[in-house]
T-cell receptor, first 115, second 113 residues
Framework: DTGVSQDPRHKITKRGQNVTFRCDPI?????LYWYRQTLGQGPEFLTY????????KSRLLSDRFSAERPKGSFSTLEIQRTEQGDSAMYLC?????????????FGPGTRLTVT | LAKTTQPISMDSYEGQEVNITCSHN???????ITWYQQFPSQGPRFIIQ???TKVTNEVASLFIPADRKSSTLSLPRVSLSDTAVYYC??????????????FGTGTQLKVEL
């Protein structure tokens, strides 16, 4: 078990550019979540997948955001035409039904700065 | 969604027991209570989870009264390394629906010598 990994750890981009983040969940975890966290706030749910199916999206997720999880393994989160308000930490988590229900294991996050 | 209320911050000293209380007045029947810990520049880490009464593991205890409208995370004999933000979550974890798990603003615990 190598934990959830995210790449890149940091990303600086100019407003209007597109960015893509990758998340590799713990192997055999069938659920994968994306969250966004701004300074001083708790993580905010964006979307989640069960295997390759995207089952739920937050109303906070604008049309500029898209997420995929091909083949039910790694996932990507793309932000198109980035805005300064998109600056945040983007966290990925994975889970499976274990002894503690759907306990979520978080990755280290990708910190996005839009200039 | 069951909203949670926690103190914004707490201070303690090494070796003390710390109790952080979370209010969740509109908790639903299927909701569990879960606590996470988060260090700067890291993702949250699961600490403990419970439905009612008392749950204890190797790092913490969770006390839940009969009405389940609040819960208390108890950290015994804290150390400097316990300085972190602690989040109380309330949600229907059995179905795992992401929208049903909501993080509040958390409690910043600062432990000093």
């Amino acid at each position: 078990d190598t934990g959830v990994s995210q790449d890149p750890r940091h990303k600086i981009t100019k407003r209007g550019q597109n960015v893509t983040f990758r998340c590799d969940p713990i192997s055999e975890h069938n659920r994968l979540y994306w969250y966004r966290q701004t300074l001083g706030q708790g993580p905010e749910f964006l979307t989640y997948f069960q295997n390759e199916a995207q089952l739920e999206k937050s109303r906070l997720l604008s049309d500029r955001f898209s997420a995929e999880r091909p083949k039910g393994s790694f996932s990507t989160l793309e932000i198109q035409r980035t805005e300064q308000g998109d600056s945040a930490m983007y966290l990925c988590a994975s889970s499976h039904r274990g002894a503690r229900g759907y306990e979520q294991y978080f990755g280290p996050g990708t910190r996005l700065t839009v200039t | 969604l069951a909203k949670t209320t926690q103190p914004i911050s707490m201070d303690s000293y090494e070796g003390q027991e710390v109790n952080i209380t979370c209010s969740h007045n509109n908790i639903a029947t299927n909701d569990y209570i879960t606590w996470y810990q988060q260090f700067p520049s890291q993702g949250p880490r699961f600490i403990i989870q419970g439905y009612k009464t008392k749950v204890t593991n190797e790092v913490a205890s969770l006390f839940i009264p009969a009405d389940r409208k609040s819960s208390t995370l108890s950290l015994p004999r804290v150390s400097l390394s316990d300085t972190a933000v602690y989040y109380c979550l309330v949600g229907d974890i059995l179905t795992g629906g992401g929208n049903k798990l909501t993080f509040g603003t958390g409690t910043q615990l600062k432990v000093e010598l």
